[in-house]
């Protein structure tokens, strides 16, 4: 089993900054492929970023790519989200995910096993 615990959300002005992080407790994520996913209020839960756990190869929505950034930290058995440029259509609750099937596409909700509780972003115009 792995806990994972996201934070880091908050109300930020557009074209601002935040850094989500994702703790995860009970196993070591470092040979896990990591995701971030989002949704929006009324939508379904889309795939924002992924990181893969053999040479931290990242991979990006289109909505996102140039603005976020994601990374692990290994030894603190946690991965980021740096967000900036930061636009209004990003507002939703995010969610860090585990996938423990190296071969499943990252990009695929359903393909994760283990997911975080949420934390909200908000941006104003």
């Known amino acids: 089993q792995v806990q994972l615990e996201d934070s880091g959300g908050g109300l930020v002005q557009a074209g601002g900054s935040l850094r989500l992080s994702c703790a995860a407790s009970g196993r070591t994520i470092s040979y896990y492929n990591m995701g971030w996913f989002r949704q929006a209020p009324g939508k379904e839960r889309e795939f924002v970023a992924a990181?893969?756990?053999?040479?931290?190869?990242?991979y990006y929505a289109d909505s996102v790519k140039g603005r976020f950034t994601i990374s692990r930290d290994s030894a603190r058995n946690t991965v980021y989200l740096q967000m900036d440029s930061l636009k209004p259509e990003d507002t939703a609750v995010y969610y860090c995910?585990?996938?423990?099937?190296?071969?499943?596409?990252?990009?695929?909700?359903?393909?994760?096993?283990?997911w975080g509780q949420g934390t909200q972003v908000t941006v104003s115009s």
């Open positions: 990181i893969s756990w053999i040479g931290s190869r990242t």
């Open positions: 995910a585990v996938i423990t099937n190296p071969i499943q596409a990252m990009s695929r909700a359903d393909n994760y096993d283990y």
